[in-house]
C-alpha cells in the first residue's frame, strides 16, 4: 500500500515470482536459439542476431498472452490469484523482452543505412495500401510504445496521481496492443515462414484469450443481471447473520449501481464498498485476517469499521451504516464518506441483537 | 443459507484460506505451484523447441567476420562495385567479387581514384554457393591500395553473351544480405533491410528457381546494362515477375529490364 513510494515493496512471493519468470524468459530463449542454431542443414547455420530477434519476439507475445490470461483465470479459480497478486512485474518484464527485440530489430534491419533507423521503419516497405504487404513493423511499433507507457506508469506513484480510473483505462490499451501484435505476426513472420505451427500457434493463442474473457465476462453478466440494482429507498436486507459465512462477506447491489461489501467478523457485521482504493478489486471476494478486510487481488487492507488501512498505510474506502432487525441485517444504502466510522452491527448469542 | 434476491456469496465453494501476496501462500496454493510451475518451465522450453525447430532453411550463405582477406583484381564501379581476378577456369576468363560496405551504405565508398586500375582490397568474405562477396570499411582508406598486376583485357571488358529473353519469376534480394550476412535474407520479415541495402548502393539481385527446382541469382541491370534506379524499392522482396534479357558478363549472370518491366504477382 501507498504510505510511500519505494521503487518497489519487495516480498518473498513478489522475487520468486520475478525470478521464476526470468528463469523462464532465459529457458526460452536458451531453448530457441539451440534449437535455432543445430537444426539447419549443414552449411546453413541461421544468423544469431535473426535467431534473437525472433526468440524475444515470441517471449514477448507468449508473455502478453498469458498476462492476459491471467485476469479471466483468476476469475475462474483462486489458485491463478498468486498469478495475479504480482501481475505487473510480469508486464514490466514482457516490455523489457519487447524492448530488446524491438532495439535488435532497429539495429540489424534498419541501422547503418542512409536513413535514419526510425524513418526507415516508416518508409522502407511503403505499401501501406495493401493488406497482404502492409508494413507490419510499424504495428509492432505501436504496440510497443503502448507497453512503455503501460511499463512507465506501472508504479502506484502513478496509480495514485492519475486516478485509479485513468490509469485502469490507460492500461486496458493492452488490448489495442495485443491485438496489433496478432497482425505484427500475421502480416510479418507468419507471411515469410513456410510452417503451418506458427499460424496455428497464433491463432490458438489469439482465441484462447477471446475466449476466456468471453466466458468470464459472460458469468459476470449473469451475476450482474441476478443482482440487478436495487431500486426500493430505504435499508437494504441482507439476510440473517449466519447466512454470511464468518470472516467473510456477501455482496449486495445498491440503488445508483455500487455494490456493498458486507462482512461477518468476530460476531459482528459490517459494510464496505465492494471496489478496492488500489485497483478495485472485489473486497467482497476476500477475507478478514487479522482483523483487516483483505483484498484477494493485492492484499491491500482495510479496518472493516471505518475503512481506514492501518498504520502505517492511509488508504481509505466508503463505509455504510449497518443494522440487525428481528434477527435481519440490514444496510443503509447511502455511502458514508471514505473512512469515516461506523458502529457495527452485533450479533447476540441467542438471536439478534438491534446495534 | 437463504440470501434475498441480489445478495450473492461469491465464493460459495472455496476454502476458507485465501493467497495473499505478502504472507505465506496457504497449503492448497503451494500445491498447486509446485505442480504448476515446473509445468511451466517446461511448456516455455518446449514451446520454444517446437517453434526453433520449425524455422525454414536460411540458406547456405556465410559471412566469414573475424578474418580478413585479401583479394588483388580491377576495380570497377559500372553497373556495381566489384573486383574481376583473371580466372581461366571461369566463364569469360574472370572470377567477379563484388564489393560492399561494412553496414548499408555502400554508395559511400570512394572509388574514382583507382576506377579501372588494379588494386588491392582487404575486407571480410561473404559467399554462398560459389559467388563471393568483399565486405570493405566504410570509414577507413587503407583497405584499398594500388599494385602493379599485369591485366587482361577481359578484366575490364568481359565478354558480354547473350543468353536470351527470358519470362522469370522470383524474388528481388539485397545481395549482401542474400550472400550470408543475413540468415535468411529473405521474404517479408527483411523487405525493409532489403530495400534499405539496396538504397544504399547494395546492388541488387533476382533470385529464381529454375525448372528443375535449382536456385539461380541474377545480378540485375537496367535493360541497357546500368544499376538499378531506386523505383524499384516497392517491389523489393515481394514475389515478383517480369520479362528481360539473361546476360552473361564474365562469370557473372545479369537480368536485364527495366523497373517497368517488374510486376507483383
Known amino acids: ?355 | 443459507m437463504t440470501l434475498p434476491k441480489g445478495v450473492i456469496d461469491p465464493e460459495p465453494k472455496t476454502p476458507d484460506e485465501m493467497f495473499v501476496g505478502w504472507a505465506s501462500a496457504p497449503k492448497v496454493d503451494r500445491r498447486f505451484l509446485l505442480g504448476a510451475l515446473p509445468l511451466g518451465l517446461a511448456g516455455a522450453g518446449g514451446g520454444a523447441w517446437l517453434i526453433a525447430n520449425e524455422l525454414d532453411d536460411p540458406g547456405a550463405g556465410v559471412w566469414l567476420t573475424g578474418a580478413t582477406h585479401e583479394v588483388a583484381g580491377a576495380l570497377v564501379t559500372d553497373p556495381y562495385p566489384m573486383l574481376r581476378l583473371a580466372d581461366p577456369s571461369m566463364p569469360g576468363g574472370v572470377r567477379t567479387v563484388l564489393i560492399v560496405a561494412q553496414g548499408k551504405c555502400t554508395s559511400a565508398l570512394q572509388l574514382d581514384d583507382q576506377r579501372g586500375r588494379p588494386v588491392i582490397a582487404r575486407g571480410v568474405l561473404i559467399q554462398r554457393k560459389g559467388r563471393q562477396m568483399l565486405e570493405v570499411p566504410l570509414f577507413q582508406d587503407d583497405w584499398l591500395s594500388p599494385t602493379k598486376m599485369d591485366m587482361i583485357a577481359a578484366q575490364l571488358s568481359p565478354p558480354v553473351k547473350p543468353l536470351g529473353a527470358a519470362h522469370l519469376s522470383g524474388a528481388i534480394m539485397d545481395t549482401k544480405c542474400f550472400f550470408g550476412v543475413m540468415r535468411p535474407g529473405r521474404g517479408k520479415t527483411h523487405k525493409a533491410c532489403a530495400s534499405l541495402c539496396i538504397r544504399g548502393g547494395i546492388p541488387p539481385s533476382f533470385w529464381v528457381r529454375t525448372k528443375t527446382g535449382a536456385e539461380a541469382v541474377l545480378l540485375m541491370t537496367t535493360a541497357d546494362g546500368g544499376p538499378m534506379p531506386m523505383d524499384i524499392l516497392p517491389l523489393v522482396a515481394d514475389p515478383v515477375e517480369a520479362a528481360g534479357e539473361i546476360v552473361q558478363v564474365g562469370d557473372l549472370l545479369q537480368f536485364r529490364a527495366d523497373v517497368a518491366a517488374y510486376r507483383r504477382i
Open chain 1, 1 to 355: 500500500m501507498g504510505h510511500q513510494y519505494k521503487a518497489i515493496q519487495w516480498n518473498r512471493n513478489k522475487v520468486v515470482y520475478d525470478l521464476y519468470m526470468v528463469v523462464a524468459v532465459f529457458v526460452f530463449v536458451g531453448v530457441f536459439m539451440a534449437i535455432g542454431l543445430q537444426t539447419q542443414p549443414t552449411g546453413h547455420t541461421a544468423d544469431p542476431v535473426v535467431l534473437a530477434i525472433r526468440a524475444l519476439g515470441v517471449a514477448a507475445f507468449t508473455l502478453l498472452t498469458v498476462i492476459l490470461a491471467i485476469g479471466p483465470l483468476a476469475r475462474l479459480s483462486p489458485r491463478f490469484a498468486p498469478m495475479l497478486y504480482n501481475r505487473r512485474h510480469l508486464g514490466v518484464i514482457t516490455f523489457s523482452v519487447a524492448a530488446a527485440h524491438f532495439g535488435l530489430a532497429l539495429l540489424w534491419y534498419h541501422s547503418g543505412g542512409p536513413l535514419n533507423p526510425l524513418v526507415s521503419l516508416f518508409v522502407s516497405n511503403p505499401l501501406y495500401d495493401s493488406i497482404p504487404g502492409f508494413p507490419f513493423e510499424v504495428l509492432g511499433f505501436i504496440a510497443f510504445l503502448i507497453l512503455f507507457v503501460m511499463a512507465a506508469t506501472s508504479h502506484d506513484f502513478w496509480l495514485n496521481n492519475l486516478s485509479a480510473p485513468v490509469w485502469k483505462a490507460l492500461h486496458m490499451l493492452v488490448y489495442p496492443a495485443y491485438i496489433l501484435l496478432v497482425f505484427h505476426i500475421t502480416l510479418g513472420a507468419l507471411m515469410t515462414e513456410k510452417s503451418m505451427v506458427y499460424p496455428v500457434l497464433t491463432a490458438v493463442s489469439f482465441a484462447s484469450i477471446a475466449a476466456l474473457h468471453l466466458y468470464t465476462g459472460y458469468r459476470e453478466w449473469r451475476i450482474d443481471n441476478g443482482m440487478k440494482s436495487l431500486k426500493a429507498k430505504g435499508w437494504i436486507e441482507i439476510g440473517a447473520p449466519d447466512d454470511i459465512p464468518n470472516m467473510r462477506a456477501v455482496i449486495a447491489p445498491l440503488p445508483k449501481g455500487d455494490r456493498v461489501a458486507v462482512f461477518r467478523y468476530d460476531n459482528k457485521i459490517s459494510a464496505v464498498t465492494n471496489a478496492c482504493r488500489h485497483q478495485n478489486g472485489p473486497l467482497g471476494e476476500g477475507r478478514v485476517i487479522d482483523g483487516c478486510i483483505t483484498c484477494p487481488w493485492h492484499g491491500w487492507q482495510y479496518r472493516p469499521d471505518d475503512g481506514v488501512s492501518p498504520p502505517p498505510f492511509t488508504e481509505k474506502i466508503a463505509t455504510y451504516n449497518v443494522k440487525i432487525e428481528a434477527g435481519r441485517v440490514f444496510v443503509d444504502p447511502k455511502p458514508n464518506p471514505p473512512g469515516t466510522r461506523t458502529k457495527p452491527a452485533i450479533i447476540a448469542e441467542q438471536g439478534a441483537v438491534a446495534s
